[in-house]
């Protein structure tokens, strides 16, 4: 009897374990709204996604629209910093510092965001890793394709570009911009509302998705598609979390966070955003909104002048000690890969 009520006991403290283990909270911190697609349909899922997967050992209170402080720039610092333990963030908020993943923000280097967001991933795994060396990187994603949206004017060539001040997500799309005669004006994206009402500036390159959750549907008029294999451009996002909050998890819980990782969260959230793009579509569609696509050979025209951009960012890659040639090449194969 004394052994069974031993063995008794060693399987009540088993059992016991997880329940008595101190539970771990994160703070997510992001730039946009508690309603975007990003708290909605990306971080809410994968905060219940490790709760239940450790069994509520894991807690997860999400901070939208920067409420732990800061501007959307700093988010990469933050989390590097363990001011939040999980952001959600675009690494060229801080231009120049994560040249390598820049690639798949040149001009003409999304299919879709599911492809694209694959390749993103992937690359960083092959290529980028020591980029990001001082976080632990969750996954990466793009968004789908960017569309152009103006207020008073439309778009229906290169030429009607000429003189329009554009917000700009990067700095390899703004180089396109000016190439195709436009003023780039660098902000995030949650400025852009009141920059476009101040007529500060006249239009913004962004994907539908995020025109409902920052009213751009309202605010503008006009908004030009790209068609064809490829779109003009898009973002790369990154989900990351604070190396030493990671690495400080008990081991079974550090495997609930790779579960909820890498290349699968990635294919997911390209899913998200190519899905989130209707409704914001069909808002400006029903306000009246003009919306065009430009003819196959003003897409030409825009590549072309765009090849100059690519050059670039091999030349100044390759000024680093890395192949910029070999390195653009490798993306461009990741995309058509994924995109099969």
Do not use: C
């Not at 700009?168 to 920059?195: H, I, K, N, T, W």
């Not at 081991?251 to 899913?271: C, E, F, K, M, W």
């Amino acid at each position: 009897m004394r052994t069974i009520a031993i063995a008794a006991g060693w399987l009540t403290a088993a059992l016991a374990g997880p329940a008595l283990a101190q539970t771990v909270e994160l703070k997510v911190q992001h730039f946009l709204p508690a309603g975007a697609p990003a708290q909605r349909e990306l971080i809410e899922p994968w905060a219940r996604a490790v709760e239940e997967q450790s069994a509520g050992r894991i807690k997860v209170r999400i901070f939208p629209a920067m409420q732990l402080g800061g501007r959307p720039p700093q988010l990469i610092d933050q989390v590097r910093d363990g001011i939040a333990d999980v952001v959600w963030t675009l690494p060229s908020y801080t231009p120049g510092r994560f040249p390598l993943m820049s690639v798949f923000e040149l001009p003409f280097m999304v299919s879709d965001a599911v492809a694209t967001s694959k390749a993103a991933q992937e690359f960083y795994e092959t290529h980028a890793r020591a980029e990001f060396a001082d976080i632990h990187p969750l996954m990466f994603h793009v968004h789908a394709r960017g569309v152009i949206h103006t207020r008073g004017k439309a778009v229906r060539s290169v030429d009607g570009l000429k003189g329009l001040k554009l917000r700009a997500p990067s700095r390899p799309v703004g180089d396109a911009l000016a190439r195709y005669g436009a003023a780039a004006v660098f902000m995030p994206v949650p400025q852009v509302p009141e920059a476009l009402s101040k007529r500060v500036i006249d239009g913004a390159v962004v994907p539908w998705e995020v025109t409902l959750p920052l009213r751009l549907n309202e605010l503008t008029d006009h908004h030009a598609e790209i068609a064809g294999p490829r779109g003009l451009y898009t973002s790369v996002f990154l989900y990351a979390m604070n190396k030493q909050r990671y690495e400080g998890l008990p081991p079974d819980l550090r495997r609930v966070i790779d579960a909820n990782s890498g290349a699968g969260l990635a294919a997911r959230a390209g899913a998200i955003w190519e899905a989130v793009e209707k409704p914001g579509r069909d808002a400006a569609a029903a306000r009246g909104n003009a919306i065009v696509t430009l003819p196959e050979a003003e897409t030409a025209r825009l590549r072309e002048l765009a090849r100059a951009v690519n050059a670039a960012w091999v030349e100044e890659v390759g000024r680093s000690g890395k192949d910029g040639a070999a390195l653009l090449a490798a993306a461009e194969a990741l995309i058509v890969k994924h995109g099969r």
